[in-house]
């Protein structure tokens, strides 16, 4: 597949029902939010444009030609859009940087798990086998899996490339129809995701992209009839929403929302280990993800020394410009989210806080006109203050003491998300049994932050309902239809004597 220049960024179209046309909705503006300078323009979905995308995408699931295709037929599709992204991941990565303020590091890692999980629904897809039940009668039973039809993904912000391929892949896998709503923040990797798989030649109508507001181009994906199922990751107040909505028209849909996830360090832990899982797990990405480890629980006879040790590590850490291959922090998405990040750090203080590192934007000059905040670690705040309690989607770590497990189970469970958990101990027993206990759809045991699109991820509580990636998540869109075939050859017999022969 031909490589694009890395230099050049999307136009400005949107790709509606398989052919790129000027928005007519209301005015996006992609900034680099690195220094404030404007990406692109451009004119986002209206409802009108949404409504298009949804009937070209009615026309196309339906074809014979993309709705019988085998099961290795289809997975060919998406082997082809895996090495369009393959061969595009500088682009996609310096794309994906100038949208979110990315390391060049990370939106590479991005390009290249997004490649990643096409080519494992397409294996999936392959391996992927309907069953034979077991027989109670004189009739062969079956048990087959149907496309839903037309599926909106709406993606969060943060992870743009990885987040549009969890759900498009396998949703097309499935047979199905996508209409993606990317973030109006963060609008231009979606739609360069939309030229590969044009170029990769999938029927036209199967896929648009539709970035616009959540209240005009959001509603429409979730609210209109044809749409069958949708998949949607950002904040818990959206989801609620969503649920309700989609609880009307009795129609599944996925939520990943947000968490306040505990890391808990124990005592006899390698605090080597455990301060760097921590810093990764917190920092990276600049805070700016929703299974950040933002609160932090360490054994009270550990305590002063690890957060001294810890609070000397996060100084340490270099922030500075996405393109900077030393840097570790890079900038927030926008000014506005960093303002929301300092306001957040400033009200806790206010409310008794102690500030240990952080805590302000960075004062170099040449971060002056970017959305940088500074590693922010704060202690002494009770697991009832409000920063222990609401995300902050930001750099922003709180460190609180505990005396033994049954407290730290009870602090950790005592939160209205449950996303995810760190635990880090040599003892594994005790990992094991803390880990059960916790209330959360993953927990990392002397790690953090790992990912496997093989593995099944998703939230409990108000993190979010059903889970993505994993085998599971190709059936996630899909029906599932029995079907009994007679083997007698004869009348049933309850009405048996009531039919005149032939």
Known sequence: MRNVASTSLPDGRLFIGGEWTLGTGAEITSIFPADGSVNLRFRGASREDGLLAIERAKVAQAEPSWLDLKPHERARYLHRIADGIEANVERIARIQTRDTGKTLQETRALAASAAGTFRYFAAVLETSDEALTTPRGNALTLSVWEPLGLVSAITPWNSPIASDAQKVAPALAAGNAVLLKPASWSPLVSLELARIIEVSGLPPGLFSVLPGAGREIGNLLVEHPSIRRVSFTGGTSTGRTIARQAAEKLMPVSLELGGKSPTIVFADADQDMAIAGILYGIFSSTGQSCIAGARLFVERPIYNTFLARLTAATKRLRVGHPHDAATQVSCLIHPDHRDAVEAQVNQAIKDGA?????????????????????????????????????????????????????????????????????????????????????????????????????????????????????????????????????????????????????
Do not use: H
């Open 354 to 502: 102690r500030l240990l590192a952080g805590g302000s934007r960075p004062d170099d000059p040449t971060l002056a006109e970017g959305a940088y905040y500074l590693p922010t670690i704060l202690a002494d705040a009770p697991n009832s203050a409000r920063i222990c309690r609401e995300e902050v989607f930001g750099p922003v770590l709180v460190v609180l003491p505990f005396e033994d497990e049954a407290e730290v189970i009870s602090q950790s469970n005592d939160n209205d998300y449950g996303l995810a958990c760190g635990i880090w101990t040599r003892d594994f027993p005790r990992a094991w049994r803390v880990g059960k206990e916790i209330t959360t759809g993953t927990v990392w045991i002397n790690t953090y932050k790992q990912f496997s699109i093989s593995t099944p991820f998703g939230g409990e509580k108000d993190s979010g309902m059903s889970r993505e990636k994993g085998r599971d998540g190709l059936r996630a869109y899909q029906r599932q239809k029995a079907v009994y075939v007679d083997l007698t050859n004869r009348p049933i017999t309850w009405a048996a004597d009531t039919v005149e022969r032939t």
